[in-house]
């Protein structure tokens, strides 16, 4: 069972800061290739939540709650990561669930966008 923290932009420590970019980072720009640029100031805007779920202390599974309006007219859930070591433990199955829950919280009775890379379905299906 993960432990969960839900923080604005300017709730993170620098050191949870750190570890979300680096386990975006080692998912998104080193594992998966992705050419676009990681850091698109949308972390900081104003509404922005970072869910954030720990196992034993060290940040495993990671995701971006957006409002309506930043990302999509819808709330949305983005850079949704778990880490590569941890993978086989249904953490994303976990991750998903907690991000709809606060979104749930936080924007009630609003749509909720997911934002994913298409080209990646046949990695997931194997």
């Known amino acids: 069972m993960l432990n969960w923290c839900l923080l604005p932009f300017s709730g993170l420590t620098t050191d949870q800061l750190?570890?979300?970019?680096?386990?975006?980072?080692?998912v998104f720009v080193v594992e998966q290739n992705c050419p676009y640029?990681?850091?698109?100031?949308?972390?900081?805007?104003?509404?922005?939540?970072?869910?954030?779920?720990?196992?034993?202390?060290?940040?495993?599974?990671?995701?971006?709650?957006?409002?309506?309006?930043?990302?999509?007219?819808?709330?949305?859930?983005?850079r949704?990561?778990?880490?590569g070591h941890t993978r086989g433990?249904?953490?994303?199955?976990?991750?998903?669930?907690?991000?709809?829950?606060?979104c749930q919280r936080l924007w009630p009775d609003t749509d909720i966008q997911i934002g994913a890379q298409v080209y990646l379905e046949k990695v997931y299906q194997q």
């Open 80 to 83: 949704v990561a778990v880490a």
């Open 18 to 26: 750190y570890e979300l970019l680096k386990l975006r980072t080692d």
């Open 37 to 78: 640029p990681e850091l698109d100031d949308k972390d900081r805007i104003n509404g922005v939540y970072h869910l954030l779920g720990t196992s034993n202390s060290e940040l495993v599974a990671y995701a971006r709650l957006l409002p309506p309006g930043v990302s999509f007219p819808q709330v949305s859930i983005g």
């Open 89 to 102: 433990k249904k953490y994303g199955h976990q991750l998903i669930g907690k991000a709809l829950e606060e």
